[in-house]
């Protein structure tokens, strides 16, 4: 395979030549990637570095998948001008679970070791929380953008927020990273840890960074912000999804999702073609065939889905239909009257604009919210 393969879409490969170095040891390298969990699954854009820690497991390396359960009680701004929400534990850990599965689309489980920071971090005393602060300084921390633009501004920066990356690099120094793995928003946290590898007595890390995918509303492709292609979603999520991307993206994510370059052929068959190979991946050929036809029948052919859940209607005449929105397709009430208004609340494919329908009207009836969820109607309260 070679280096090319391994270094393959990566923006920094920092120290020069210190990949090939560490290449030549006799032994498995210990490649690391962690994990703040803010979606409840591996996303696309995590699975860019996901690809590259594939690619130096079928070389013979030894990936290692941190999930920040600890770190996560903090709050990694990655580049946001405020802290991130704390998360609770118990969803910290339903998260991990989840997005362990989702990796493994990509990753080989037998070549992946799977950890949590909790394990080391947890147990430093005060002493060793003090030892870490003494590997870098405030000056150093201030050059960070996100931490330097936010000083500038005098907005508020907490003490946890500056322990965050000195946490980061202890994970590399409690696992022996030989790589470590993350997107171009991680560069200063990657860095770190070769500064705070070195002040521990260990060789420094490599760092590789990888591009951010931006998602089809132009922004970065974030669990937290919600504008993501799970890699474990439902199939017709995945394909009507990859759909939205702008035509203009297409050489981009061609790049960096399929690893190779976009066809000259129509836009719209080589979105299509992205779309059948995210969901093939996860999911395989056949269920990625099926969601085209899904997608096609809704979007093409402007017809529901041959397969929906049905729906019972509340009883009382007439139904109020904002609450029968919010009850079958989990929405508040003010999003249902909202999609109401903006026409995109449908009965049998035609646009309803009442707050209130006659029960007959709507018993038996396919009912659209959006463009993708359907549900069937039936009397029984």
């Given at each position: 395979?070679?280096?090319?393969?391994?270094?393959?879409?990566?923006?920094?490969?920092?120290?020069?030549?210190?990949?090939?170095?560490?290449?030549?040891?006799?032994?498995?390298?210990?490649?690391?990637?962690?994990?703040?969990?803010?979606?409840?699954?591996?996303?696309?854009?995590?699975?860019?570095?996901?690809?590259?820690?594939?690619?130096?497991?079928?070389?013979?390396?030894v990936?290692?998948?941190?999930?920040?359960?600890?770190?996560?009680r903090?709050?990694d701004?990655?580049?946001?001008?405020?802290?991130?929400?704390?998360?609770?534990?118990?969803?910290?850990?339903?998260?991990?679970?989840?997005?362990?599965?989702?990796?493994?689309?990509?990753?080989?489980?037998?070549?992946?070791?799977?950890?949590?920071?909790?394990?080391?971090?947890k147990?430093?005393?005060?002493?060793?929380?003090?030892?870490?602060?003494?590997?870098?300084?405030?000056?150093?921390?201030?050059?960070r953008?996100?931490?330097?633009?936010?000083?500038?501004?005098?907005?508020p920066?907490?003490?946890?927020?500056?322990?965050?990356?000195?946490?980061?690099a202890?994970?590399?120094?409690?696992?022996?990273?030989?790589?470590?793995?993350?997107?171009?928003?991680?560069?200063?946290?990657?860095?770190?840890?070769?500064?705070?590898?070195?002040?521990?007595?260990?060789?420094p890390?490599?760092?590789?960074?990888?591009?951010?995918?931006?998602?089809?509303?132009?922004?970065?492709?974030?669990?937290?912000?919600?504008n993501?292609?799970?890699?474990?979603?439902?199939?017709?999520?995945?394909?009507?999804?990859?759909?939205?991307?702008?035509?203009?993206?297409?050489?981009?994510?061609?790049?960096?999702?399929?690893?190779?370059?976009?066809?000259?052929?129509?836009?719209?068959?080589?979105?299509?073609?992205?779309?059948?190979?995210?969901?093939?991946?996860?999911?395989?050929?056949?269920?990625?065939?099926?969601?085209?036809?899904?997608?096609?029948?809704?979007?093409?052919?402007?017809?529901?889905?041959?397969?929906?859940?049905?729906?019972?209607?509340?009883?009382?005449?007439?139904?109020?239909?904002?609450?029968?929105?919010?009850?079958?397709?989990?929405?508040?009430?003010?999003?249902?009257?909202?999609?109401?208004?903006?026409?995109?609340?449908?009965?049998?494919?035609?646009?309803?604009?009442?707050?209130?329908?006659?029960?007959?009207?709507?018993?038996?009836?396919?009912?659209?919210?959006?463009?993708?969820?359907?549900?069937?109607?039936?009397?029984?309260?």
């Amino acid at each position: 395979m070679g280096i090319a393969e391994l270094t393959r879409n990566a923006v920094d490969v920092l120290p020069q030549g210190g990949l090939e170095a560490k290449l030549k040891l006799s032994r498995p390298l210990r490649v690391k990637l962690g994990i703040d969990v803010t979606a409840p699954q591996a996303t696309l854009g995590n699975g860019i570095p996901l690809q590259r820690m594939r690619a130096f497991q079928d070389e013979g390396h030894v990936g290692v998948l941190i999930i920040g359960d600890y770190t996560a009680r903090i709050g990694d701004p990655s580049g946001r001008s405020a802290e991130r929400p704390i998360l609770d534990p118990e969803e910290i850990d339903r998260m991990a679970a989840r997005f362990f599965e989702s990796a493994y689309t990509i990753l080989d489980p037998e070549r992946t070791e799977v950890r949590f920071n909790g394990e080391w971090l947890k147990e430093l005393d005060f002493a060793g929380v003090l030892r870490l602060t003494r590997t870098t300084t405030v000056a150093r921390m201030l050059e960070r953008d996100d931490f330097a633009n936010r000083f500038a501004a005098n907005e508020p920066i907490s003490v946890s927020e500056l322990l965050y990356p000195l946490m980061q690099a202890y994970d590399s120094v409690a696992i022996e990273a030989d790589v470590e793995l993350g997107g171009t928003d991680q560069l200063y946290n990657l860095l770190t840890g070769r500064d705070v590898m070195e002040a521990y007595g260990l060789e420094p890390q490599v760092v590789l960074t990888t591009p951010l995918i931006n998602s089809w509303d132009g922004t970065k492709m974030s669990g937290s912000r919600g504008n993501y292609i799970g890699l474990l979603e439902a199939p017709e999520e995945q394909f009507g999804k990859a759909m939205r991307f702008p035509d203009e993206m297409l050489p981009e994510l061609y790049r960096l999702i399929m690893e190779e370059d976009a066809p000259a052929e129509d836009p719209m068959e080589a979105k299509r073609a992205l779309a059948r190979w995210i969901v093939g991946r996860s999911h395989g050929e056949e269920a990625a065939h099926a969601a085209e036809e899904h997608f096609n029948r809704l979007f093409r052919d402007r017809k529901p889905p041959e397969e929906m859940e049905e729906h019972s209607l509340p009883e009382g005449d007439p139904v109020h239909l904002p609450a029968l929105l919010a009850d079958a397709f989990a929405l508040s009430t003010s999003e249902a009257r909202r999609l109401i208004s903006q026409g995109g609340v449908k009965l049998d494919g035609d646009a309803v604009s009442e707050i209130d329908l006659p029960r007959a009207r709507l018993e038996g009836a396919v009912l659209q919210a959006g463009k993708r969820r359907f549900v069937r109607l039936n009397g029984a309260a």
